[in-house]
Protein backbone atom coordinates (compact mmCIF):
# COMPACT_ATOMS: atom_id res chain seq x y z
CA UNK A 1 0.00 0.00 0.00
CA UNK A 2 1.00 3.60 0.08
CA UNK A 3 1.77 4.17 -3.66
CA UNK A 4 2.62 7.71 -5.59
CA UNK A 5 2.93 7.69 -8.71
CA UNK A 6 4.14 10.73 -11.34
CA UNK A 7 3.67 11.05 -14.84
CA UNK A 8 4.89 12.25 -16.87
CA UNK A 9 8.39 10.53 -15.97
CA UNK A 10 10.70 13.06 -18.54
CA UNK A 11 9.46 16.20 -20.69
CA UNK A 12 11.08 18.21 -22.68
CA UNK A 13 10.32 21.09 -23.64
CA UNK A 14 10.91 24.90 -25.39
CA UNK A 15 11.16 28.05 -23.44
CA UNK A 16 8.08 29.54 -22.55
CA UNK A 17 5.74 27.03 -22.39
CA UNK A 18 3.65 25.44 -19.49
CA UNK A 19 3.85 22.22 -18.52
CA UNK A 20 1.66 20.09 -16.49
CA UNK A 21 3.03 17.26 -13.47
CA UNK A 22 0.79 15.09 -12.14
CA UNK A 23 1.38 13.32 -8.85
CA UNK A 24 -1.28 10.63 -8.11
CA UNK A 25 -1.70 8.80 -4.85
CA UNK A 26 -3.04 5.19 -6.33
CA UNK A 27 -3.85 3.21 -3.34
CA UNK A 28 -4.33 5.64 -0.66
CA UNK A 29 -6.09 8.88 0.28
CA UNK A 30 -3.79 12.01 0.46
CA UNK A 31 -5.43 15.42 1.97
CA UNK A 32 -1.67 16.55 2.15
CA UNK A 33 0.55 16.19 -0.87
CA UNK A 34 4.24 17.90 -1.20
CA UNK A 35 6.41 19.16 -4.53
CA UNK A 36 10.05 18.95 -4.08
CA UNK A 37 12.45 20.07 -6.63
CA UNK A 38 16.23 18.35 -6.85
CA UNK A 39 19.59 19.21 -8.37
CA UNK A 40 22.27 16.94 -9.27
CA UNK A 41 23.55 15.30 -6.49
CA UNK A 42 21.67 17.23 -4.06
CA UNK A 43 19.20 17.31 -1.34
CA UNK A 44 15.48 17.62 -2.15
CA UNK A 45 14.31 21.56 -1.27
CA UNK A 46 11.09 21.58 -0.56
CA UNK A 47 8.55 23.63 -2.78
CA UNK A 48 5.08 23.92 -1.69
CA UNK A 49 2.39 21.63 0.36
CA UNK A 50 -0.65 20.96 -1.43
CA UNK A 51 -3.86 20.76 0.81
CA UNK A 52 -7.15 19.32 -0.92
CA UNK A 53 -9.54 21.87 -1.41
CA UNK A 54 -7.44 24.74 -0.40
CA UNK A 55 -4.55 26.72 -1.56
CA UNK A 56 -1.16 25.25 -1.59
CA UNK A 57 1.35 26.65 1.14
CA UNK A 58 4.85 27.80 -1.22
CA UNK A 59 8.20 27.89 0.61
CA UNK A 60 9.96 31.15 0.94
CA UNK A 61 11.23 32.62 -2.56
CA UNK A 62 9.22 29.81 -4.59
CA UNK A 63 7.22 32.13 -6.96
CA UNK A 64 3.25 30.92 -6.77
CA UNK A 65 2.28 32.45 -9.91
CA UNK A 66 5.20 30.01 -11.68
CA UNK A 67 4.74 27.19 -10.17
CA UNK A 68 0.91 26.44 -10.21
CA UNK A 69 -0.38 24.03 -7.86
CA UNK A 70 -3.81 22.20 -8.03
CA UNK A 71 -5.35 19.81 -5.53
CA UNK A 72 -8.50 19.11 -6.84
CA UNK A 73 -9.20 15.31 -5.38
CA UNK A 74 -7.83 13.43 -2.39
CA UNK A 75 -6.14 11.39 -5.01
CA UNK A 76 -4.34 14.26 -7.32
CA UNK A 77 -2.29 17.00 -6.95
CA UNK A 78 -1.15 18.55 -10.50
CA UNK A 79 2.64 20.94 -10.34
CA UNK A 80 2.34 23.72 -13.48
CA UNK A 81 5.77 25.27 -14.65
CA UNK A 82 4.29 27.79 -16.55
CA UNK A 83 6.06 29.91 -18.95
CA UNK A 84 9.19 27.28 -18.24
CA UNK A 85 12.69 28.81 -18.81
CA UNK A 86 15.79 26.60 -18.68
CA UNK A 87 16.38 27.12 -15.36
CA UNK A 88 14.05 25.41 -14.65
CA UNK A 89 15.17 22.47 -15.87
CA UNK A 90 15.10 19.74 -12.56
CA UNK A 91 13.86 16.86 -11.28
CA UNK A 92 10.74 17.31 -9.54
CA UNK A 93 9.04 14.76 -7.01
CA UNK A 94 6.07 14.69 -5.16
CA UNK A 95 4.78 13.52 -2.57
CA UNK A 96 2.23 12.21 -0.26
CA UNK A 97 1.53 11.77 3.42
CA UNK A 98 0.54 8.24 4.15
CA UNK A 99 -2.97 7.08 5.41
CA UNK A 100 -3.96 7.56 9.21
CA UNK A 101 -2.58 4.24 10.09
CA UNK A 102 0.27 4.16 13.15
CA UNK A 103 3.79 5.32 11.50
CA UNK A 104 2.54 5.66 8.07
CA UNK A 105 0.62 8.71 8.55
CA UNK A 106 3.72 10.22 9.58
CA UNK A 107 5.78 8.73 6.88
CA UNK A 108 6.09 10.14 3.28
CA UNK A 109 5.22 8.06 -0.01
CA UNK A 110 7.27 9.49 -2.78
CA UNK A 111 6.48 9.06 -6.66
CA UNK A 112 9.42 8.14 -8.74
CA UNK A 113 10.11 11.85 -9.83
CA UNK A 114 9.97 13.66 -13.41
CA UNK A 115 12.82 15.18 -14.89
CA UNK A 116 12.15 18.56 -16.65
CA UNK A 117 14.71 19.99 -19.90
CA UNK A 118 13.79 23.06 -21.01
CA UNK A 119 15.55 23.96 -24.14
CA UNK B 1 16.15 25.04 4.55
CA UNK B 2 18.26 21.80 5.50
CA UNK B 3 17.74 20.02 8.80
CA UNK B 4 19.64 17.64 8.84
CA UNK B 5 23.21 17.04 7.86
CA UNK B 6 24.85 13.61 6.78
CA UNK B 7 28.27 12.68 6.98
CA UNK B 8 30.33 11.60 4.97
CA UNK B 9 29.24 13.15 2.06
CA UNK B 10 30.13 10.15 -0.08
CA UNK B 11 31.25 6.36 0.74
CA UNK B 12 32.70 3.65 -1.09
CA UNK B 13 32.87 0.25 0.57
CA UNK B 14 33.53 -3.77 -0.67
CA UNK B 15 30.16 -5.85 -0.51
CA UNK B 16 29.97 -7.71 2.50
CA UNK B 17 31.51 -5.00 4.78
CA UNK B 18 29.31 -2.58 7.06
CA UNK B 19 28.11 0.98 5.80
CA UNK B 20 27.66 3.37 8.85
CA UNK B 21 26.13 6.88 7.69
CA UNK B 22 25.70 9.33 10.33
CA UNK B 23 22.82 12.37 10.69
CA UNK B 24 22.59 15.53 13.21
CA UNK B 25 19.64 18.20 13.30
CA UNK B 26 19.42 21.08 14.72
CA UNK B 27 15.62 21.64 16.13
CA UNK B 28 12.93 19.22 18.39
CA UNK B 29 11.51 16.67 16.40
CA UNK B 30 8.58 13.79 16.86
CA UNK B 31 10.88 11.42 14.57
CA UNK B 32 13.61 11.22 12.76
CA UNK B 33 13.48 8.84 9.01
CA UNK B 34 15.94 7.54 6.57
CA UNK B 35 15.18 7.16 2.72
CA UNK B 36 17.17 5.56 -0.21
CA UNK B 37 17.08 7.41 -3.85
CA UNK B 38 18.62 5.30 -6.62
CA UNK B 39 20.02 7.43 -9.14
CA UNK B 40 17.52 9.08 -10.81
CA UNK B 41 14.29 7.81 -9.11
CA UNK B 42 12.08 8.74 -5.90
CA UNK B 43 12.88 8.18 -2.91
CA UNK B 44 11.74 4.74 -0.88
CA UNK B 45 11.39 5.06 3.14
CA UNK B 46 13.65 2.84 5.24
CA UNK B 47 12.57 3.29 8.45
CA UNK B 48 11.41 5.98 10.59
CA UNK B 49 12.65 6.06 14.38
CA UNK B 50 11.03 8.27 17.12
CA UNK B 51 12.21 10.61 19.84
CA UNK B 52 11.54 8.32 22.08
CA UNK B 53 13.11 5.36 20.90
CA UNK B 54 16.81 4.79 21.12
CA UNK B 55 17.34 1.85 18.01
CA UNK B 56 15.46 0.45 15.77
CA UNK B 57 16.54 -2.76 13.62
CA UNK B 58 14.47 -3.93 9.42
CA UNK B 59 16.85 -6.23 8.16
CA UNK B 60 19.94 -5.63 7.56
CA UNK B 61 19.16 -2.30 8.74
CA UNK B 62 20.09 -0.94 12.16
CA UNK B 63 19.03 2.71 12.91
CA UNK B 64 20.37 4.59 16.26
CA UNK B 65 18.45 8.08 17.57
CA UNK B 66 20.34 10.18 20.51
CA UNK B 67 18.02 12.98 21.04
CA UNK B 68 20.68 14.82 23.22
CA UNK B 69 23.45 15.26 20.89
CA UNK B 70 20.52 15.36 17.77
CA UNK B 71 21.72 12.84 15.62
CA UNK B 72 21.13 9.53 14.18
CA UNK B 73 23.01 6.87 12.66
CA UNK B 74 22.32 4.13 9.74
CA UNK B 75 23.92 1.03 9.47
CA UNK B 76 23.62 -0.89 6.95
CA UNK B 77 25.38 -4.27 7.42
CA UNK B 78 26.54 -7.11 5.01
CA UNK B 79 26.06 -4.70 2.43
CA UNK B 80 25.34 -5.22 -1.45
CA UNK B 81 26.20 -3.69 -4.86
CA UNK B 82 22.18 -3.21 -4.68
CA UNK B 83 22.54 -0.99 -1.75
CA UNK B 84 24.00 1.85 -4.09
CA UNK B 85 22.26 4.61 -3.42
CA UNK B 86 21.99 7.81 -1.56
CA UNK B 87 20.73 7.81 1.99
CA UNK B 88 19.30 10.82 3.08
CA UNK B 89 17.71 11.25 7.27
CA UNK B 90 14.67 13.18 7.62
CA UNK B 91 13.22 15.30 10.27
CA UNK B 92 9.49 15.17 11.49
CA UNK B 93 7.43 17.41 13.70
CA UNK B 94 3.87 17.02 13.83
CA UNK B 95 1.97 17.58 10.35
CA UNK B 96 4.75 19.52 9.07
CA UNK B 97 6.47 18.21 6.30
CA UNK B 98 9.64 16.21 6.13
CA UNK B 99 13.18 18.40 6.05
CA UNK B 100 15.88 16.46 4.07
CA UNK B 101 19.68 16.13 4.67
CA UNK B 102 22.00 16.91 1.83
CA UNK B 103 22.63 12.76 1.89
CA UNK B 104 25.33 10.02 1.85
CA UNK B 105 26.24 8.53 -1.54
CA UNK B 106 27.07 5.20 -0.68
CA UNK B 107 29.01 2.87 -3.67
CA UNK B 108 28.76 -0.69 -2.85
CA UNK B 109 31.99 -2.21 -4.64
CA UNK B 110 31.30 -5.88 -6.12
Known amino acids: GAVVSQHPSRVICKSGTSVKIECRSLDFQATTMFWYRQFPKQSLMLMAT?????????EQGVEKDKFLINHASLTLSTLTVTSAHPEDSSFYICSARGPPSGDLQETQYFGPGTRLLVL | SQQGEEDPQALSIQEGENATMNCSYKTSINNLQWYRQNSGRGLVHLILIRSNEREKHSGRLRVTLDTSKKSSSLLITASRAADTASYFC??????????FGKGTRLSVIA
Open chain 1, 50 to 58: SNEGSKATY
Open chain 2, 90 to 99: ATGSGNTPLV
